[in-house]
DNA sequence: CGATATTTTGATCGGTCTCAATTTGAGTGG
DNA sequence: CCACTCAAATTGAGACCGATCAAAATATCG
């Protein structure tokens, strides 16, 4: 990808949205339309249900979005990784239809949906990139769905474990989890105490190794893993997979 | 929607795809590219992990989309129903995500993705109405996700019956269940057993009335079906909505 | 070092699954 | 029209998984 003269700072919005429609003539103010922003971890992007005008374009760092029932019970969608959209479903409607929320500290771009609304017309090529993601984001949840309509806790947990890895190629076994047990029982449906329970089994088993904290961990037995959570291939929790 | 005459018998796929994009030029040989397939209950559109190379849209009829883990474990995803794409996510890929079967006789039209690309790339509008089309999905999916991940069996059956009303305004509450009890089971993450047994108990507290066969219910106190669904007033499950 | 949040671990309860039997309904052919 | 067959739905009894409530242990941070 090549760089872009417009944005001097290499703003990811640039590289993604401008530089993947080079062809056509890229809208010259664009830059004037991207606000850029800095989150420390717990800092809200925005709210579910709240009026929606903006979507967002991690640069850096990891959100977690979420959604909860009326009653305040709280489900994890998806991790928000580098190079993903946030909030971008909330395009032809009013409203985020999610809560998007760092967990790291976060760089992110964000546009009006009434701007990027402008450059997809503009570029059809953005748009078919466009409508890529989406159905990539689609295949996920899909994946997602099936995973907590049929799969035990330790099966989730394994396949979620699998899916925090750092690379594929990279056999690098360590995991800096960037979720709390909270958060990471609210991704997967359960308890805190249950994802706790079932992660000190497997590091009895020798399968993980818990450091202190419980936030580093290191993967063992990556075949037992890939057993435990059904021997899925493809990445069925919707968290990485960038690409 | 105005009519189409490239299309004498008033195609769905003319309907949805050429007469939304009037504007631009129609490609001439299109209702040579598309092919119409009438299905009875139980015949299968397309397999998971098939290679994938057309898409459908229902003319009408009903379709349930399901997802297996390796072991064989059925987790449906959603209802395909009139109006709606099905098998669209593999658009990008090479393969179908998902098994789409015919549950009612259903009419529906196909076309190579190969040609749905080559007519998306001509007609911006037309990529824009699709990145809608896209986006309801990922929000009706989203919803899905956090009702398997947080609702009792109950909520999830209680939420599911109010999304299969036939229409919102019509207080019509008489409801011929395209589904089996297996078929229930399958999209709400449980097993047949508990869903009849829901289904009894409600119907013993007068919420529903259950005629003979299992198959036609009508709903009696659609408050109290509401309250036990969380009072989601959204549409909570990805099953309706077509509009 | 002390205060607070997070994690771990334990004991118990309840909801859902599993296995099994029975009932009911739909379809078939005599 | 009625027996027969087969599939679908209902109902029951018991087991098990994960939730809940509660307490202790361990990190993190000022």
Redesign the pocket.
């Known amino acids: 990808m090549k760089n872009c003269t417009d944005c001097p700072d290499k703003c990811l919005f640039c590289e993604t949205l401008l530089c993947s429609c080079q062809a056509s003539k890229p809208p010259r103010p664009l830059q004037a339309v991207i606000q850029k922003h800095s989150l420390a971890p717990k800092d809200i992007l925005f709210h579910e249900g709240e009026p929606a005008s903006r979507l967002f374009l991690l640069s850096s760092g990891c959100t977690k979005l979420t959604t909860a029932l009326p009653d305040g019970r709280n489900q994890g969608l998806r991790l928000g990784m580098a190079r993903q959209f946030i909030g971008f479903e909330g395009l032809n409607e009013q409203r985020y239809s999610y809560t998007a929320e760092a967990i790291t500290p976060v760089q992110a771009c964000s546009l009006r949906y009434q701007d990027m609304l402008h450059i997809l017309e503009q570029s059809p090529q953005l748009a078919m990139a466009v409508i890529g993601i989406l159905n990539r984001e689609l295949r996920r949840s899909n994946a997602t769905i099936r995973n907590l309509g049929q799969m ?3 099966e989730r947990i394994a396949s979620f474990l699998l899916t925090l890895r750092p690379s594929e190629s990279d056999p690098q076994d360590e995991i800096l989890l960037p979720l ?3 958060d990471m029982a609210e991704m997967l ?9 079932i ?2 089994r497997m590091s009895h088993a020798n399968i993980i190794r ?1 450091q ?4 580093l961990l290191h993967i063992l037995d990556q075949e037992g893993l890939a057993r435990m959570s059904c021997d899925l291939d493809d990445s069925p929790w919707p968290q990485l997979a960038a690409s």
Do not use: D, F, I, Q
């Open positions: 035990s806790s330790t709390s047990r909270t449906g359960l308890t805190l105490e249950t994802v706790s329970r992660l000190s818990l202190p904290g419980g936030r």
